[in-house]
């Protein structure tokens, strides 16, 4: 058996978890933020059997896509000076897979 942690966007989660559940694939959803943009991610933690480890990363694929988009980023030169946005191009999307061994599983 294997543990797949996936991180993903807030937007992709729902359809994925839809995709996921469809396949009759137990999900728990953990909200998280992510560091870098401090925007919302949520994180989903999945045991599933060894043999169906390729056929979750496939359905993540298909619904976790990167893409780009334009952000501030503010900057300051000095206190009491004024902010400064300054646009940023950034790719979003897409997500981080954790796959760990599970040693024990235990349903009660």
Same mark, same amino acid.
């Not at 060894?50 to 952000?71: A, L, Q, Y």
């Given at each position: 058996?294997?543990?797949?942690?996936?991180? #993903?966007?807030?937007?992709?989660?729902?359809?994925?978890?839809?995709?996921?559940?469809?396949?009759? /694939?137990?999900?728990?959803?953990?909200?998280? @933020?992510? %560091?870098f943009l401090?925007? %919302?991610?949520?994180?989903?933690?999945?045991?599933?059997?060894?043999?169906? #480890?390729?056929?979750?990363?496939?359905i *993540?694929?298909?619904n976790? !896509?990167?893409r780009d988009?334009? @952000?501030?980023?503010?900057?300051?030169s000095m206190? %009491?000076d004024? /902010?400064?946005? /300054?646009?940023?191009?950034? !790719? #979003?999307?897409?997500?981080?897979?954790?796959?760990l061994?599970?040693?024990?599983? *235990?349903?009660?």
């Amino acid at each position: 058996m294997k543990l797949i942690i996936a991180i #993903v966007q807030d937007q992709d989660a729902p359809s994925l978890v839809d995709d996921l559940m469809e396949k009759e /694939y137990r999900v728990t959803k953990l909200a998280s @933020t992510g %560091g870098f943009l401090k925007s %919302g991610n949520t994180t989903l933690l999945m045991g599933v059997e060894d043999d169906s #480890v390729d056929e979750v990363i496939r359905i *993540i694929e298909d619904n976790c !896509k990167t893409r780009d988009i334009t @952000t501030s980023l503010l900057t300051v030169s000095m206190p %009491g000076d004024t /902010y400064i946005p /300054y646009p940023l191009e950034v !790719k #979003v999307g897409g997500a981080t897979l954790f796959i760990l061994d599970v040693e024990k599983h *235990i349903k009660i």
